[in-house]
């Protein structure tokens, strides 16, 4: 567990204190993205291809972990496509979100309540819809699903905790047809949808099934079954391995969502977080997250001139090594 005694501050204390480190091209449509995104939607698509055209074990195995890769740099590209850094005019902003998170099977609407308005604004407190389970919510059924799909002491890296956003993105979707004010034990925070967004995601559902089955057809049934399970268990693996380290780790509040107290950043190769889309820099994210991602870096050094004591950057392995330290609950917020 991360300890850091400084008095937690609000969101805008940091904007107002940084603002200056952004440029102003940092605010313009990172459209050149685009050629990533639909690299990888191309490269999926010549895997399936090939999977069908070769038709043995090998292939199989081999193409599907290369189609969960694409998978997930796909979902770290959709990421910062949902704050509206990529592509900002109506009806393609929405249009492209839901091509490119069907790759991952997230509504985009369930994304925009579950993440940029509820994780973003909340994290790490009461209503944050991402934190893990705290001791006061306790029960068999959190107990049992912390234990195996969050990193813990009591189960060190173990294979299910791979499976962790596979299961997020079922757990909240599901939490969307709950009644206002209801949800899944499961979910820690369900935010409130009105009917039309219901009735959105249920679409964008659909869609999502369409884009799927489509695949499935292509591929033939049995071949499918193992696409799906190996590819969609290697994207979640990768995507996992940052989440991990973002917030579970960092101390948990009752109100104030200090970003600097409760995000990790982390440092991986440079090679690396080209690929990636520079998501080792969360805190950064935290702070500005309507902005190119591609500007972190610049933010990262002026956030650790400013705050030397409270800004974390470590190595990736040693934050994710934490956060399989910690105790299967969380301690309620103290603060």
């Known amino acids: 567990m991360r300890i850091n005694n400084s008095k937690p501050k609000p969101l805008n204390h940091y904007v107002i204190k940084l603002k200056d480190l ?17 690299g990888h939607a191309f490269m999926i698509f010549l895997w399936i291809y090939l999977i069908v055209y070769f038709n043995t074990i090998i292939s199989l195995v081999l193409f599907s972990i290369l189609i969960g890769i694409s998978i997930a740099c796909i979902f770290l590209y959709s990421h910062e496509l949902s704050h509206g850094t990529i592509i900002q005019k109506q009806p393609f902003y929405y249009l492209a979100q839901n091509f490119f998170w069907a790759f991952s099977g997230i509504p985009p ?10 994780h973003h604004h ?12 705290f001791k006061s919510e306790s029960s068999f059924i959190n107990n049992l ?15 299910t905790v791979g499976a962790a956003m596979m299961f997020y993105s079922t757990k909240h979707i599901l939490a969307v047809f709950y009644k206002n004010g209801s949800r899944p034990v499961i979910v820690t925070h369900r935010p409130d949808y009105t009917i039309k967004e219901i009735r959105q995601v249920f679409f964008e559902l659909l869609y999502i099934l369409s884009f799927w089955t489509f695949i499935w057809v292509i591929v033939g049934f049995s071949n499918a079954i193992w696409i799906s399970l190996i590819s969609w268990y290697t994207y979640s693996s990768l995507v996992i391995l940052f989440i991990i380290t973002q917030h579970q780790r960092d101390p948990v509040f009752i109100e104030i969502a200090d970003p600097l107290l ?5 440092i991986i190769p440079h090679w690396l977080d080209r690929i990636i889309n520079w ?21 990262s050094k002026g956030i650790r ?10 190595p990736l392995f040693k934050a994710v090594n934490e956060a399989f330290s910690e105790d299967i609950l969380v301690d309620d917020p103290f603060m």
């Open 279 to 299: 998501h080792s820099f969360h805190v950064e994210h935290h702070i500005f997250p309507g902005i190119n991602f591609d500007y972190y870096p610049i933010i």
């Open 109 to 118: 609407t369930v994304w925009k309540r579950v993440h940029n308005l509820s």
């Open 22 to 38: 952004i440029p102003k091209e940092a605010f313009r449509p990172a459209r050149y993205k685009l050629i990533p995104m639909f």
């Open 305 to 314: 001139e400013m705050y030397p004591d409270k800004y974390e950057r470590i």
């Open 262 to 266: 409760t995000t990790t950043s982390v």
């Open 122 to 133: 909340h994290v790490n407190t009461y209503n944050d819809p991402d934190r893990k389970t």
């Open 145 to 159: 699903y912390n234990l195996f799909i969050y990193p813990n002491k009591k189960l060190r890296y173990f294979i």
